[in-house]
């Protein structure tokens, strides 16, 4: 999800609600305590200089209860926080404190905003001698041919 598209919807929904990829929702009392823009700058495994820059939610929840996030204090925390992030339509990504902090991607399911699972990759995948996704599909076996001491078991 980009930032406009999470101004539009908060213009559209009457709560903020989150949603974990577990089915999970995060607590009515949560805060959104941060929005920044995270650049990360680095180098492959290939050798491949890269960047990426991403506009970065930090929710939280405290003991609190009668908290709750308006849809409209959401925008004006974004709001406040475009002198920070700048006008580029970034892509968001989440933090939410579980065993450790979570990264999270996010998209969004009717009213619901939905945490989803981030992944890591190998960027440089043919200078690592990673196979591509074909290389790695079995061969079909003959069940009915094989035979102790055959070899195809």
Not at 20 to 31: D, Q, R, T
Not at 88 to 115: S, W
Request: include cysteine; proline fraction near 4%; charge should be negative.
């Amino acid at each position: 999800m980009k930032i406009s598209e999470i101004k539009q919807a908060l213009a559209e929904v009457e709560a903020v609600n989150f949603r974990l990829p577990s089915g999970e929702y995060l607590p009515a009392h949560f805060h959104v305590t941060e929005v920044g823009l995270v650049s990360k700058h680095f180098i492959d495994c290939g050798g491949v200089e890269r960047q990426e820059t991403v506009a970065n939610f930090q929710l939280w929840e405290a003991g609190d209860y009668d908290h709750r996030l308006a849809p409209q204090k959401f925008l004006h925390i974004l709001e406040l926080s475009q002198r920070i992030l700048g006008r580029e339509d970034l892509d968001i990504e989440v933090e939410y404190q579980q065993a450790t902090i979570g990264k999270f991607g996010l998209t969004r399911d009717g009213n619901d905003f939905v945490l989803t699972q981030k992944q890591t990759a190998c960027l440089a995948q043919d200078a690592c001698g990673i196979p591509d996704a074909q290389s790695f599909a079995l061969p079909q076996l003959q069940v009915a041919g094989c035979t102790p001491g055959g070899g195809c078991c």
